[in-house]
């Protein structure tokens, strides 16, 4: 007997029409087939303006999208020209420029609207590193001239301050700046983490106060979106609490920038967008409860240990699956996306394909007009908070005569500073991919340390990547608040310096168990290299002369590393057999590393990580997104390491020299290009293997949901692990074997790059 009704396949995915509160043009949300989302599943929903405001057109652009969405023949880049015919060009805009928008290198953006000059120019280029709050952005105010309370260009806070690259190239006459942008998934991703957060929070009946601020501030505090959407007010008190206002220390820390500053009507408009956000988020929070609570028939509340774990894993998918938690991500993100129409009209705003902001250019003669403009994408005034750009920002490069006022010399010089390192328990963890991909490309590596604590596990990540990566030439260190370095002891400038001499010698002695002989030439050439400032927050003018004469020695150290550097050829002669050793410490290593971090066996002072911090670095590594880590969780970078550390105590003995060396100084310096030809080799190697190369297995790891998805996927992290670094042992798989042979192909590359010799041991045979 047959069925009646109407039996026709719903589409699998569908356009609808809104309009946002204020706006009087409509807009189209879809999701698109072709794309992922936040959660890795396919479908990201989109939503895109129509530049249309009758409702009539809007509801026949919809029809049309639908009909897209209906046939997968449309779903081809090639047939895009013929869908603008016939579905009009907002319509096929909305879909296709989605897919056209790939991976985009925001470095090379910058690079071909603005060049960095190199040596050859006659340039010397300064990386800086060091740990947030260390002062590394204080201490390039004075080398281009910053005021830091008339100008506060780049910003600085006792906190995590510099998220973005900051690129400054110190000549010509007039001034030049881009700026570049995060992709909009990061910024969507990001957003989607602040909602599950304050979600979470909202389980326990926390403030408003308290949801408020893990929707507008990410854990890692990278995208700090208060700065975008308005500062919460606690109780909608526009002045906050009093009782604790110690008063400025200086007019810039309470000084807004000027045109940036928000009025109080202003203020008031966007606490109403942020009161609605927070209410949004409490209903769906508690909505959400009561359907979990129903389908366990518990309150999950009241479930401690593992069974909270698993039903808080069971509440975010359930969350995740509401269509009001998308729709929460998608206003936000419109509203971000609106801040970017308060750009001064000044500069030249280009978009992605998508709609989504990439790079901001601005060039003027003015240098007071220059600073008041680029502060618009760098500062941190909480009085303009609403309006600024700067947590959306992934890099700035000025051009322009910002030199110091402490001296009349004129350096040439590209100033590059980045995200501070933030604060490790130990040494065991590695610094970001996104800082030493740039060692083999800069004449000083600067490490940047706080005299009052100094050398502490970051600055030795440092010390011990440089050294084991050849770099050990190129590493300086500028000790800052050695003003507050007192006691009775250290009655003398001498007595003070031995002070922090002797620590930075502590630590190199320590890295001498897994750097070896690397570290060993380091030792007496850094202390040479050493810069002990303070006071450096005041006025260059104000700056006590002791620190004057430290900050030209810097600069003395700058102007020599433009000068080439001749290289002997002596010719190491390697047999890499013996890399196989090498290969299984490096790679056993790694695994007893993440083998704790991810539960499976205990490691001293290596803590398991919470379920929820693995879940948010395989969500980046399945989508592609930024440096491939999540806060301090690092598996290329930590992979990278560790073989770096293997190799160089690999190449620590050649079997012989084809032109023996005269000095040990010549040894190390000859071993050492080699050690940089490696380390640069060994990022590409590990990022294809470890994350480039298991994509669909970062897609399934993070894909696990429901009961028991924390342990799933710590079991298919460590398959990764396993397979793209596998353990040789004395039966060695296929995968071991290509795993050795990629790295000893390289390494063998990197010898001969550096006139060195790869040979085969002679095998003794029995008489």
Known sequence: MGTTGNTEKKPAYTASKSRSEGRSAWAITFRHPLRKDAKGKQGLKIRRGLKTTVEAEADQLVVNMNELLANQEWWSLSRRAEAEKRFGEAVASAFYDVIEEGKTDSRAVRESELPLPSREDGYAKVLFVGTTGAGKTTLLRHLIGSHPENDRFPSTSTAKTTISDIEIILGGDNYRAIVTFFAENSTRTAIHECLT???????????????????????????????????????????????????????????????????????????????????????LSGRTLESLNSTLEQDIRTLDGTEREAALSMYEDELQADPEFDEIIADILEAVLARFELIAPTGKLERRKSGWPEKWVFSTDDREAFISTIKFFSSNAAASFGRLLTPLVDGIRVHGPLYPEFTRRRVPLVLLDGQGL???????????????????????????????????????????????????????VAFTHFDQVQGINLPRYQDKRNHVLASLKNGIASLRAVAGSAVSSLETKLYGRCFMLGAIDRPSEQLPNGPKQELDRLLDLF??????????????????????????????????????????TWQNGIDKEHWTRVKALARRLALQMDNLEYDNLRPVADLLLRLQEAISRFLDNPMTWRSKPQTKEEEVEAINVIRQEVSTAL?????????????????????????????????????????????????????????????RGMVHSAIEAADGEVRSAPVKRPS
């Open 197 to 283: 957060e304050a979600c979470v929070a909202a389980l326990t009946g926390v403030s408003d106060d308290e949801i408020a601020d893990l929707l507008l501030n990410h854990k890692d505090q990278k995208f700090r979106f208060s700065y975008v959407l308005g500062q919460w007010q606690p109780n909608g008190d526009p002045e906050g609490d009093e009782d604790w206002d110690f008063g400025s220390t200086s007019p810039a820390d309470s000084a807004g920038d000027g045109d940036g500053d928000l009025d109080g009507q202003e203020r008031r408009r966007l606490q109403t967008a942020l009161e609605g956000y927070v209410a949004r988020v409490k209903t």
């Open 422 to 476: 933030g604060h490790t328990p130990d040494v065991s963890g590695a610094i970001s991919t996104h800082i030493t991909e740039q060692f083999n490309q800069v004449d000083v590596i600067l490490l940047v340390d706080n005299a009052q604590n100094p050398v502490q596990s970051s600055p030795l990540s440092v010390i011990r990547f440089a050294a084991t990566g050849g770099y050990e030439r190129k590493l300086a």
């Open 559 to 600: 102007e020599a590393s433009r000068a080439p550097v001749a290289q002997a050829k002596m010719g190491p002669v390697y047999d890499t057999a013996g890399l196989m050793f090498a290969v299984q410490t490096a790679a056993d290593d790694f695994h007893r590393l993440w083998n704790a971090r991810l539960g499976f």
């Open 683 to 743: 990022h590409n190697l590990v990022r294809v293997r470890l994350a480039d190369g298991q994509l669909q297995n970062w897609l399934a790891a993070f894909d696990e949901s429901g009961r028991g998805s924390a342990s799933r996927r710590a079991l298919r992290m460590r398959g990764i692990y396993e397979d793209a670094a596998p353990v040789p042992g004395v039966i060695i798989t296929e995968t071991a074997s290509q795993f050795l042979d990629d790295v």
